[in-house]
């Protein structure tokens, strides 16, 4: 396969059918949408019989623990998918909304339209309900789009993209809206990124290593987070008995996942009575500890390894978490706002002072009181699904849904009016 002929011959048709779906009517696309949602139930058999192909590969190849986590498809996971897709179909249309009138001394009457992006590249790694997100997202949105999953999942993105094609077909929306990448090439990555003339936007979904690279070498526009730095700050004044099921289930409920819980800052009042119960949970779980002096102290040497600067960094996407004592909110948020990711963090306290001064200095695309960071979520926000989280601070922030899948233009309303 020549993958630059293929790769420009799959943008040469989503951009086509980017204008079909553009002027598509918002019956139309909620058609598609349970549609796709009905075939992805229907097809559950086969979507566990493909997942399983992929699951199995990927452990003759050795793929680490958290990859699996994220490959592997279930009856509950898929029943959400397609939920998603119905949940996506109940949300406002966003295309073609107008506002932000207002007439100008000349006469004519200004405001903004929202229209759709065009062409969105997907690019993920060993997710593949990210196809029926993407999938959902993009068309709700109006747009196409041109989707590389990462070849582990080869087989489970093909059957789910067979669901997306029969959906289309039944609302009478171009295939091409829709397009899997079939080859795993890594060169069609390459490609996907340098089309400018095609594709309006990139949106990775994978390791940091995947993301810099996309992010040094695309010449289309990305948006994109690289890493899942997430902490917990218990405060002074924090319930502890809310901070023990908060911080528990920030660690612990999914380990793989980029809102999961990295780091654990605690107040050093409330150190010495707190630490030893929640660290007591973690060990039953089997999480590795690495902390600070104070925390070893508190917890046992035995039982605490010790943090190193690299720790305070460090997403583990892995039954490993970093913890430190602080001696105020202060230090906290200068903690966070040093070794974070801007990703989502979090606060539990009872204060309402300190609860406002931690919303509006903690610089994150979510920022969270008395909250498990898992909440960072485009489906637990109600936006559906997502397409991805967005670190940057241009042109989405935080998980993106539906507005961050398309821009606002200027209109002008006239009645003839002329320059003078």
């Known amino acids: ?60 190849d050795g793929l680490a623990p958290a990859m699996i986590d994220r490959l592997t498809l279930n009856e509950k996971t898929i029943a959400t998918m397609s939920e998603g897709l119905r949940q996506i179909a ?4 966003p295309v073609g909304e107008m506002g932000g009138f207002a007439y100008r001394p000349s006469g004519i009457q200004l405001g903004k339209m929202r229209v759709p992006l065009g062409v969105i590249g997907i690019i993920y ?90 992010s040094a070498e695309a010449r289309v526009p990305v948006i994109k987070h690289l890493d899942g730095n997430c902490h917990t700050y218990v405060d002074v004044d924090a319930d502890l008995v809310k901070a023990l099921s908060i911080c528990d289930n920030a660690k612990t409920q999914r380990y793989g996942t980029c809102n999961t819980m990295e780091t654990l800052l605690v107040n050093a009042v409330v150190a010495a009575e707190f630490l030893p119960q929640i660290c007591a949970i973690y060990l039953d779980k089997g999480v590795e500890l690495r902390g600070d002096d104070t925390v070893r102290a508190l917890v046992g040497a035995d039982r605490v390894a010790a943090a190193t600067e690299d720790d305070w960094f460090t997403e583990y996407a892995a039954p490993i978490l970093a913890l430190k004592v602080v001696d105020g909110l202060d230090s906290a948020i200068a903690h966070i706002n040093h070794y974070g990711s801007h990703h989502t963090d979090v606060i539990v306290t009872e204060n309402y002072t300190s609860a406002r001064r931690f ?30 989280i967005s670190t940057d601070k241009i042109h989405a922030r935080g998980p993106v849904g539906l507005l961050g899948l398309t821009s606002e233009k200027w209109i002008v309303l006239g009645d003839g009016q002329i320059r003078v």
């Open 359 to 388: 919303l509006r200095e903690v610089d994150s695309s979510s920022v969270m009181v008395n909250a498990s960071s898992r909440f960072a979520d485009g489906f637990e926000y109600g936006l559906g699904a997502e397409i991805g």
């Open 90 to 93: 109940t949300l406002p249309d």
């Open 125 to 214: 790694e060993a997710r593949p309900n990210v196809t029926a997100d993407a999938a959902g997202l993009c068309l709700k949105a109006g747009n196409a789009v041109i989707l590389r999953g990462g070849s582990e999942a080869i087989r489970s993105n093909r059957a789910i993209a067979d669901c997306v094609s029969a959906g289309l077909e039944q609302a009478g929306l171009p295939a091409t809206a829709v397009q899997v990448v079939e080859t795993t090439d890594r060169a069609a990555v390459g490609q996907l990124i340098t089309m400018p003339e095609y594709v309006d936007v990139i949106v990775p979904r994978g390791g940091k290593g995947l993301i810099a690279r996309i």
């Open 1 to 60: 396969m020549d993958i630059q002929t293929y790769m420009h011959e799959l943008g040469r048709a989503a951009r086509a059918a980017s204008r079909e779906m553009a002027r598509a009517d918002t019956l139309t696309k909620n058609t598609a949408l349970h549609a796709i949602a009905d075939a992805i139930d229907a097809a559950t058999d086969a979507l566990l019989e493909a997942n399983a192909e992929d699951v199995a590969a990927a452990l003759a």
